[in-house]
């Protein structure tokens, strides 16, 4: 199944990068995150109608709720213990525990800021297609990818505290109707991207160690960012274009 998703380069005569090239490779893959997207440049400036905004925070729930589910799929094909250790906080982070609430919450609170009930948020009526179908995906590969190459695929993350910092910074000034109990989502994930993405790298880095290895590697982080550009691609046709799925469809179809 993962060969299906990722394609796995042969086998290379040629030398394998040094450890600091092949970072520096992963780390410029930033130039293709969602940040870029259309969709997210314009809901940076301020250009987008609440409408929009709404229909991200809907569509970007399901994405948060599946990254436990994600997560847990990830450990179940971890052996190491002490790499089990430092993945869990990952699950705590956004399903909570005890008394501390999580990313998931935190979500949910960012819904209500903007307009949503969290009934409208937990029944998912307002996910598209596209999005459902490109979060499922990384599930599935996670589910059947090894350890590392799903720690590989979290490696998003290192470009992320960048786009949370982004929002913080913007979003009270060009959309003030959002409430500001809205942004405690992206506060939580300055620090924990950061924490997570340490560990994400680590294992990266050492366990692909040939050239072939590398570049699947890099096509892994290829795959995940595909997965963020296609939600932002279903939401663009959706709620920029006013072309959400079937609407050209007789309306008793």
Same mark, same amino acid.
């Given at each position: 199944?993962?060969?299906?998703? !990722?394609?796995?380069?042969?086998?290379? =005569?040629?030398?394998?990068?040094?450890r @600091?090239?092949?970072?520096?490779?992963?780390?410029?893959? &930033?130039?293709?995150? $969602?940040? +870029?997207?259309?969709? =997210?440049?314009?809901?940076?400036?301020? /250009?987008?109608?609440?409408?929009? *905004?709404?229909?991200w !925070?809907?569509?970007? #729930?399901?994405?948060?709720?599946? *990254?436990?589910?994600?997560?847990?799929?990830?450990?179940?094909?971890?052996?190491?213990?002490e790499a089990?250790?430092?993945?869990? =906080?990952?699950?705590? @982070?956004? @399903? %909570?525990?005890?008394?501390? @609430?999580? %990313?998931? /919450?935190?979500?949910l609170?960012? %819904?209500?800021?903007?307009?949503?009930?969290?009934?409208?948020?937990?029944?998912?009526? +307002?996910?598209?297609?596209? !999005?459902?179908?490109?979060?499922?995906?990384?599930?599935?590969?996670?589910?059947?990818a090894?350890?590392? &190459?799903?720690?590989?695929?979290?490696?998003?993350?290192?470009?992320?505290?960048?786009? $949370? =910092?982004?929002?913080?910074?913007?979003?009270?000034? !060009?959309?003030?109707? *959002?409430?500001?109990?809205?942004?405690?989502?992206?506060?939580?994930?300055?620090?924990?991207?950061?924490?997570?993405?340490? $560990?994400?790298?680590?294992?990266?880095?050492?366990? #692909?160690?040939?050239? $072939?290895?590398?570049?699947?590697?890099?096509? *892994?982080?290829? #795959?995940?960012?595909?997965?963020?550009?296609?939600?932002?691609?279903?939401?663009?046709?959706?709620?920029?274009?006013?072309?959400?799925?079937? +609407?050209?469809?007789?309306?008793?179809?």
């Open positions: 199944m993962v060969q299906l998703v !990722v394609r796995k380069p042969a086998k290379s =005569q040629q030398p394998a990068w040094p @600091d090239e092949f970072e520096r490779r992963l780390r410029a893959k &930033e130039r293709l995150y $969602h940040i +870029h997207h259309p969709f =997210q440049v314009r809901m940076n400036a301020g /250009e987008l109608e609440p409408a929009a *905004i709404r229909g !925070v809907a569509n970007r #729930f399901y994405y948060q709720t599946s *990254i436990p589910i994600k997560d847990a799929a990830v450990m179940a094909n971890c052996r190491d213990r089990r250790r430092l993945w869990v =906080q990952r699950i705590i @982070d956004h @399903d %909570g525990t005890g008394g501390a @609430d999580g %990313g998931i /919450e935190a979500w609170q960012l %819904g209500d800021a903007v307009g949503l009930t969290r009934e409208e948020l937990l029944d998912e009526r +307002h996910v598209l297609p596209g !999005v459902r179908f490109a979060v499922d995906a990384y599930v599935n590969f996670a589910r059947a090894t350890f590392e &190459e799903a720690a590989c695929s979290s490696l998003t993350e290192l470009f992320a505290p960048t786009i $949370h =910092q982004r929002r913080l910074d913007n979003w009270p000034d !060009v959309y003030p109707w *959002i409430e500001a109990q809205g942004y405690n989502y992206f506060r939580k994930r300055l620090s924990e991207a950061r924490r997570d993405v340490e $560990h994400g790298l680590q294992v990266t880095l050492e366990h #692909f160690t040939q050239r $072939h290895e590398q570049e699947y590697a890099l096509n *892994i982080l290829q #795959f995940k960012l595909d997965v963020l550009w296609s939600m932002l691609d279903a939401m663009w046709m959706a709620y920029m274009n006013d072309m959400p799925p079937y +609407h050209s469809c007789p309306e008793d179809a």
